[in-house]
């Protein structure tokens, strides 16, 4: 985590693009730092900062469905496996959030932030 000497603006928008993620709408943990990034695509911290959002909120969408996907066979098997993957759900969601707003308290006070595990898709 580097950090970088910027101004105020240019922090809030960056703390903005992570905190995007916690729209509560369909796929809007995607499209929120996608609307950051399209806003503010002359500025390169917002964008870097917004590019690396997008790529984890892909790649925890993947793994969570990889994930419950493994839950639901697993629950055609074994009997009373669904608290298993209610208590799952809540704890991925939980330290989903966490990552989140770590992120986001990151960039207001100005560090590049890499989130733990995110493919990178858009470079």
């Known amino acids: 985590m580097?950090?970088?000497?910027?101004?105020?603006?240019?922090?809030?928008?960056?703390?903005?693009?992570?905190?995007?993620?916690?729209?509560?709408i369909p796929f809007g943990s995607?499209?929120?730092?996608?609307?950051?990034w399209i806003m503010k695509r002359n500025c390169a911290p917002v964008v870097a900062q917004a590019k690396e959002a997008v790529s984890f909120q892909i790649s925890a969408q993947i793994?969570?469905?990889l994930?419950?996907?493994?839950?639901?066979?697993a629950c055609a098997y074994v009997?009373?496996?669904g608290f298993a993957?209610?208590?799952f759900i809540i704890v991925w969601r939980i330290g989903w959030?966490?990552?989140?707003?770590?992120?986001?308290?990151a960039a207001s006070v100005?560090?590049?932030?890499r989130y733990p595990f995110a493919i990178r898709f858009v470079k």
């Open 2 to 24: 580097n950090t970088i000497e910027q101004d105020t603006g240019t922090r809030t928008w960056q703390a903005a693009a992570h905190l995007a993620a916690l729209l509560p």
């Open 30 to 36: 995607v499209i929120g730092p996608i609307v950051i």
């Open 63 to 65: 793994y969570c469905f």
């Open 67 to 73: 994930i419950l996907l493994g839950c639901a066979i």
């Open 79 to 81: 009997r009373h496996f």
């Open 85 to 87: 993957v209610i208590a």
């Open 97 to 105: 959030t966490v990552v989140v707003v770590t992120a986001a308290v």
């Open 110 to 113: 100005g560090r590049e932030f």
